[in-house]
């Protein structure tokens, strides 16, 4: 794959993580809430990757995986932390608001862990990219306007039942 289709891609990518979120509020409402919904979401997915696996006959070695640093694990809890937080918080903040405030919470996160080199080779945090991180600041406080109020008077979204 070329760089301008691993970019498309990522685009892609990113525009369905909103979607993700709002269907998986609505299905929070359905199935017992945001814990549960991420539980389901988690469920089907792991069957999708399974399905995957089993088709492209790629195989899974876990020879050794007992030897392996307790740490190595936690990309799974991680993950499920987020999707229940996103689930849980998309219909409160909205879908913009709340990938925006993700994608300020990993653009920090992601400079702090290159600048200390947190499980790779540390890299240099220049002016230019925390003029970028700054930058990303302005768009959350502009795309989240915590000074205005939702149509209705009401500051929350609610998710129609």
Same mark, same amino acid.
């Given at each position: 794959?070329?760089?301008?289709?691993?970019?498309? *891609?990522?685009?892609?990518?990113?525009?369905?993580?909103?979607?993700?979120? $709002?269907?998986?509020?609505?299905?929070?409402?359905?199935?017992?809430?945001?814990?549960? @919904?991420?539980? *389901? %979401?988690?469920?089907?997915?792991? #069957?999708? $990757?399974?399905?995957?696996?089993? @088709?492209?006959?790629?195989?899974?070695?876990?020879?050794? %995986?007992?030897?392996?640093? +307790?740490?190595?694990?936690?990309?799974?809890? #991680?993950?499920?932390?987020?999707?229940?937080?996103?689930?849980?918080? #998309?219909?409160? #903040?909205?879908? +913009?608001?709340?990938?925006?405030?993700? *994608?300020?919470?990993?653009?920090? +996160? %992601?400079? $702090?862990?290159?600048?200390?080199?947190? $499980?790779?080779?540390?890299?240099?945090?220049?002016?230019?990219?925390?003029?970028?991180?700054?930058?990303?600041?302005?768009?959350?406080?502009?795309?989240?306007?915590?000074?205005?109020? +939702?149509?209705?008077?009401?500051?929350?979204?609610?998710? %129609?039942?």
């Amino acid at each position: 794959m070329n760089l301008a289709a691993a970019l498309l *891609v990522a685009v892609l990518i990113g525009a369905i993580l909103p979607l993700q979120g $709002l269907v998986n509020a609505r299905l929070g409402v359905h199935v017992g809430g945001p814990v549960a @919904a991420a539980f *389901v %979401s988690f469920l089907i997915g792991t #069957i999708m $990757l399974g399905l995957y696996l089993l @088709a492209t006959r790629t195989p899974v070695t876990l020879q050794g %995986s007992l030897k392996l640093p +307790a740490w190595i694990w936690a990309g799974g809890a #991680i993950g499920a932390v987020y999707v229940a937080c996103f689930t849980l918080l #998309i219909p409160r #903040i909205g879908a +913009a608001g709340m990938v925006c405030l993700a *994608v300020l919470g990993q653009v920090t +996160a %992601s400079l $702090l862990l290159d600048r200390f080199g947190v $499980l790779q080779a540390p890299k240099p945090v220049d002016a230019v990219r925390i003029v970028g991180a700054l930058l990303v600041l302005i768009g959350v406080v502009l795309v989240v306007a915590p000074w205005r109020t +939702a149509p209705g008077g009401g500051t929350q979204a609610r998710i %129609s039942r």
